[in-house]
């Protein structure tokens, strides 16, 4: 069976991202071909799409079943927990890339997922961005529903993106919640949505409430990280859980940042009373 | 009734360290007055000392009974959560204060601290710190049990200092963990209990276990915080939480940070198999 020759891959961790893309991907007239990561993604998540199982440690069974799909563009999508290394189904090919993996890893995520994107160039695979895989998934600049930012959420939003960043130039996370000048949360490893379920624990003092929102969520691409994978989402989930903490709003970085489901995301943010904006980094200035 | 003139006063927030200053100071041959917050500081605790309770709102109650007590030096101690203003009971005097602290408190935790110190001192009262009111407090540098960090500890506390000395320099909190270069959670409002607790509950091939402990907590000053108010502290629930964790050690500020119950602490440590030390921020630089 011959495949098409401009099949996208779509190397799938988990949650909504790898099958917005597929789907937008296939709205723009291409074929799509999902590697699914084990324990990552769900398989009835995947069965919409041409798919295959595969561990993080199987690379010669990978990019054995990308090639035979015709894949010669592939996109990282999705969250990818580390593994615990010692317990990976590895093959020959995987065995040959780990040490140096592993080596990526314990300098950071960044590193790590550099480190993943060599390894599928070095075989003549070519790594796009989210942004060329899927262009309608990019943040826009400026507010995507109808709810509109105050002065008082600029001022939170300023010192979340500085905060946010500064996290990011640590690779240490890409996320911040900031209320009336307080840092209520910052985001590692325990990524954004345990972050927001955090806050909506915290004192009500702290915080605002359905009823009186206050404070904001940002989340910024790190300064200088790989820019065609691990970009900060925001979708459904993260809209309802920043609502539940309290919070006035989202803003995601414009033109770097994903937004999954662009026009559910508005409808929920608005029903909710939240804004969502794409922000440009550039409009605020760190000191 | 005539009060000893070198009373000092305590005013205490919630948790063990202004019970352990209380101690610590009676112990040195000082009379204590411990003014415990109302909702912070369990009756039950402070039962032992002569005390008496006020709103944080009750700013002339608070001074009058200071007052009467005999203090000239007060030590602020123990943990306080931000109240919600609009329902604090206040007194004359408090309301007075009330705009000043509010306007402080929205420019992070440092300046609400500091607007409080430099209240207490405009009323005649000599604001000290808990270095100055009970020295035996004062972290040591060097380990404090037997057991000993190895230079892989070491390379995660370099990199974890960084990380808290750079949340402190944006006044978001005091502590991170780092396991094996990665940075797993740092402390924002939710304080340190509840992100050694978040560490608990990262997937297992990030962290380590009771068999492996791998990873430290790391808490420091903030650089440029009032060192007389909110210094890093260290107690048995902490050495408690961080094995729980599966760290491997905890590293605090030395000539900084506060120990209590340091030999209970170092014991359960030991127990444990944790190491627990006082680092100096110098031999850290930062680039």
């Known amino acids: 069976m011959a495949a098409p020759a401009n099949t996208l891959g779509i190397i799938a961790g988990g949650g909504e991202l790898p ?22 993604a769900s398989a009835a998540d995947v069965a919409a799409f041409p798919h295959a199982f595969a561990s993080l440690g199987e690379l010669g069974k990978a990019l054995k079943l990308l090639k035979e799909a015709g894949c010669v563009e592939v996109t990282l999508a999705g969250k ?12 020959a090919k995987g065995a040959w890339a780990l040490p140096k993996i592993v080596a990526a890893a314990l300098k ?3 590193a790590l997922l550099r480190s993943l994107v060599g390894i599928f160039e070095k075989e003549g695979l070519r790594v796009v961005g989210s942004k060329d895989a899927a262009a309608g998934l990019v943040a826009p600049f400026g507010p995507l529903g109808a709810v ?6 600029e001022a939170d939003i300023r010192q ?21 000048g307080l840092v209520l949360a910052v985001e590692a490893a325990e990524g954004t949505d345990a972050m927001l379920q955090r806050v909506a624990g915290l004192p009500a003092a702290l ?5 009186n929102r206050k404070g904001v969520l940002v989340k910024a691409a790190k300064p200088n990280q790989e820019r065609r994978v691990d970009l900060p989402v925001v979708g459904i989930r993260t809209v309802e859980l920043a609502a539940a903490a309290g919070l006035a709003g989202i803003a995601v970085e414009g033109g770097a940042g994903l937004i999954v489901n662009r026009a ?8 909710r009373g939240l804004f969502v904006i794409g922000f440009a980094p550039q409009d605020y200035a760190r000191d």
């Open 108 to 110: 950071g995520d960044d």
């Open 148 to 153: 509109k930012s105050s002065p008082e959420h």
């Open 19 to 40: 099958l917005a893309l597929a789907r937008a991907a296939r709205a723009d007239g291409r074929t799509v071909f999902v590697l699914a990561l084990d324990g990552m």
């Open 207 to 211: 915080r605002g409430t359905s009823e």
């Open 264 to 271: 559910r995301v508005a409808e929920e943010a608005d029903r």
């Open 160 to 180: 979340a993106v500085k905060v946010a960043l500064t996290m990011g130039d640590l690779d240490i996370g890409q996320a911040a919640v900031v209320c009336e």
């Open 80 to 91: 990818v927990a580390r593994p615990e290394f010692s317990k990976l189904k590895v093959d």
